[in-house]
């Protein structure tokens, strides 16, 4: 049965579909902030109803709502004064069950147009949405539109292309006609129906509420289940902003907007383990600190989880054929958004003895020293330097930094700027901290922010099985390795496999480790205790739904 | 890279991969026990070897062995007096984690070609494994024959296609190209492997070891997880013979043999909890009661759980054209290894006020009396029963039966019957007894074993409620219908996916309820409590492997 908003899509779909399976570039979701993509006023529009938003109540219109929540402050320096329906949980399980009978059997395809009408809708609010993620993760602005916009976009349409992909390989009928020696074959017509697990949680993260938000919400949504998103409640709007779009495009296309639902909840009086053990919630997906993880697995377990926890990523510097471009691209990665992200390197490894480049020989103090002044010049210009470094997300993080000082030799120091638009804004610079490779409790172990530890080892096989021997025991979802030397990077190609690491070898132009491309790039493999999933590989969305079969015999 | 037992088994690998693609009627192993398939003295060279091999140790050369195991009786009446290496566990788990990444190097295509050529040989081996199954379930020899032979040997085979098609998604290498405005695009080269979760630990179930087994153990193999096979105490031989063979094969193709342990254990010293908890342990496959699933869910959360429980299977009997064909039908069903299977019926929903037929109206008792005859029809030769029957697996069962006599109105009494080849056989007739519609406590719980319930609802929809009720709230791996009604099958049909359950409709000739055929049939669909997965579905095979990718970024 052919729906409008797949036949309005089909497009889009089959370049997603295409895309998945030869993994090259692609993307239908233009992350560039034009006003000739997405409207000369777009910009303006977005920060106006932006700044009108807030001190006020959130319009949302959901069943089951006894109050209001919402206390999330911008990084910027300032409380964003929004509040959200406080959820009845028992009657917001009751909505999404009721929901999803329907949805069920609206199909495959349905749900496929559905999804990427609301994909199409969020994408036209992109401006809006980054506001909302500048101000509650704390990211630069350009960062927040491409990063909660258009990319988080990518990783939802690839999680339906995944899904659709998967459902697809079931036929919808077959006839079984098994011989039955000299007698007629014995007969049977069978039908198969995609069916879901239940309702799915999407509990939200404060650094990238959409980005990681979006894969787990539209499989399930794609899959057939009804969704409740449970944000971070420092990182609310985003998410709120993007329910709002997912229910007003179902009820405009005939189904049950309570599909997605909102559970907003104020830090005090968090609600995460009352939803994610309801019998009801067949389907958890996490992002956030592996305490919490572990909590889920050990008492959600009538749910699927997926889980993306923390670990530590890692360097190996062997060699380099382009020591400044290592230098400017590893400074970049280490200051991208203060090292708030997942993919941020932690600890750099660098042989005691130095290291070969196209300048000749480099001791171990000279790439340090090196790193410390391509950091530097980087963040050199303050108006620059705030756009790169966004705002520190949880005041938590400053603690932190000063407890890291002390861990070792202070490379370069982290400093606080003043932002030249918002004054109470929390930047602060990356720490670099020379650490002795013995003190092995310090630098492998997640020091989430702008931290870095550089530790001198025996050698690169020395630095090879510490960064790869940190992945196996306390995850990692990115590495990188500069060498010139293709034994050393087949070593750790294999080693990186070995440990369920994504490695990024060599990179000096414009792409860096902490960036992941949906279509192309896997991120984390779900191999090592940084992730027990994938973003998005088929795991990621198979479990979501299974099938149930009829068959009846064939009248002779 | 092409292996050699890649291109020997690429035919069957195809005929696999299109099979369930299609889900017609497909098998490579014949599941006629026919000497001129399998050889003129296979039968007598397997009953002479089953029969030599009594009263000794089992010859398995494996690692950690630290003494024996080994209290297997026959159902039939005889002790086996067969043992087997007692593991140590923690030599066995480091044999396993050993044997592991020259596996995940060997890569898909020389994995999938050696899980082939193991189910080459075994099915060489099915007269073997039958008598194995025959002894130690309990199944009547051609039961064993085909259940514990061909047809689990294809469920391994759809297994190892579902992963190799799962595996083959993910193209081996891509060029990313992204445009960068005016300037050249950046490009980057990745690959992508495929690595496997860790070790797989199958916990086998006394009823169904192989075929229950085999579909978790070859969905490990290819998708590059050592495993370790941990029978079910009363039904080690059938898995002993297997990972024998395995070993055998891996060996010769110059794999390590670990890849394939055996860890058996006697009823008073189990080990699989301690195997279960065990960090390297990352995926567990069991078949058995819902408290120990429940168990390894709450305690081995370090691992993915693929478990199948219980369920109350039933039937709703709405009205037919053909009532002879649907009481001998459910007769045979309600028989057959004396209800002793995860998808016998075991409550049957009938209006109180009776079904129209082809011969006219029939009130309850009719059709109750008249599935009671159908059995003893069905039975009535002692020793064609016998081989219908087989023998109670379990000792425990018998006084189930006796218990539920006592739950309402007998309307076939259980009876034991003596077997005419061995003499201390425990075989016994089911029993069918009349249930008020207000004792749901009795009749929507798992009663294993030759127990069915019969109930007397308000009305066919009546009885679909309680049917599917039940499914969702207890569990159920098969329902079946019997209405010549289409409205109703479109009802029960719908309530089915619903429900999770697999639906056969009006089955009255060859097929049975209880009947699921690899490539074709998904048993259990891990939508309700019976099962968290299905054998086979693309969510049994993608959670056991992730892709880990390097990139470079490709020379100007």
Redesign the interface.
């Given at each position: 049965m052919p729906h409008p908003l797949f036949d309005k899509h089909r497009a889009t779909l089959d370049g997603a579909l295409q895309a998945i399976?030869?993994?090259?570039?692609w993307s239908p979701y233009p992350e560039i902030a034009s006003g000739k993509i997405y409207g000369e006023t777009a910009n303006a529009d977005a920060k106006a109803a932006f700044e009108a938003s807030l001190n006020k109540p959130f319009d949302l219109d959901q069943p089951g709502t006894t109050g209001r929540v919402g206390k999330e402050t911008s990084p910027y320096g300032f409380a964003l004064g929004i509040t959200y329906p406080k959820p009845d949980i028992g009657k917001l399980i009751a909505a999404s069950k009721a929901a999803m009978?329907a949805w069920?059997?609206a199909g495959v395809d349905a749900r496929a147009g559905v999804c990427l009408e609301i994909l199409a809708r969020i994408n036209k609010q992109s401006f809006a949405i980054a506001y909302a993620a500048m101000h509650t993760t704390g990211q630069g602005f350009m960062m927040a539109f491409q990063a909660a916009g258009p990319h988080a976009q990518d990783r939802g349409l690839e999680a339906v292309a995944f899904a659709y992909?998967?459902m697809s390989?079931?036929?919808k009928t077959?006839?079984?006609?098994?011989?039955?020696g000299r007698g007629d074959p014995?007969k049977?017509d069978?039908?198969?129906?995609i069916?879901?697990?239940g309702i799915g949680l999407v509990i939200g993260v404060s650094t990238f509420p959409t980005w990681n938000g979006y894969p787990a919400m539209f499989a399930d949504l794609a899959t057939g289940n009804p969704v409740i998103v449970k944000p971070h409640p420092a990182a609310i709007l985003p998410l709120a902003l993007t329910v709002k779009i997912a229910r007003e495009t179902l009820k405009e296309a005939g189904f049950d907007p309570n599909l997605v639902l909102l559970a907003a909840d104020d830090p005090e009086a968090p609600i995460a383990k009352e939803l994610a053990t309801r019998p009801e919630v067949a389907l958890i997906d996490y992002t956030g600190g592996p305490g919490f993880a572990?909590w889920l697995?050990?008492n959600a377990?009538q749910a699927?989880l997926f889980a993306e926890k923390a670990g530590v990523n890692t360097v190996v510097i062997d060699s380099t054929s382009d020591g400044k471009g290592m230098l400017q691209n590893l400074a970049f990665s280490l200051s991208l958004y203060s090292g708030q992200m997942c993919t941020t390197p932690k600890t750099l490894f660098v042989p005691k003895d130095g290291i070969e480049t196209e300048a000749g020989h480099q001791s171990f103090d000279d790439v340090a020293r090196g790193l410390a002044i391509a950091i530097d010049k980087l963040l050199g210009d303050p108006a620059r330097a705030v756009e790169i470094l966004g705002c520190i997300q949880n005041p938590a993080t400053l603690a932190r930094v000063d407890g890291a000082a002390r861990e070792g030799q202070v490379v370069r120091a982290s400093a606080a700027l003043e932002h030249p638009s918002f004054a109470g804004a929390r930047v602060q610079t990356p720490l670099l901290v020379k650490v002795d490779v013995a003190r092995d409790k310090v630098y492998t172990e997640e020091t989430f922010g702008p931290v870095a530890y550089i530790v001198p080892t025996a050698s690169t096989a020395d630095s090879l099985s510490r960064a790869m021997g940190t992945a196996k025991a306390k995850g990692a979802i990115t590495a990188a390795l500069y060498s010139t030397d293709a034994a050393v990077?087949d070593q750790?190609?294999?080693a990186?496999?070995?440990?369920?690491?994504?490695?990024?070898?060599?990179?000096?132009?414009?792409?860096y480790v902490n960036q992941s491309?949906a279509f192309?790039?896997?991120h984390a493999?779900?191999?090592n205790p940084a992730a027990?999933a994938?973003l998005t590989?088929?795991?990621f969305v198979?479990?979501r739904?299974?099938?149930?079969?009829?068959?009846?015999?064939v009248a002779a």
């Open positions: 399976a030869t993994r090259g570039y009978p069920r059997k992909s998967e390989r079931t036929p077959a006839r079984w006609e098994k011989p039955a014995i049977l069978k039908t198969y129906t069916v879901p697990r572990d697995a050990r377990t699927t990077i750790a190609v294999d990186a496999a070995d440990a369920g690491v994504s490695l990024s070898v060599n990179l000096t132009g414009g792409i491309a192309s790039d896997y493999t779900g191999c027990n994938s590989d088929a795991a198979a479990p739904f299974h099938v149930a079969q009829s068959r009846v015999p």
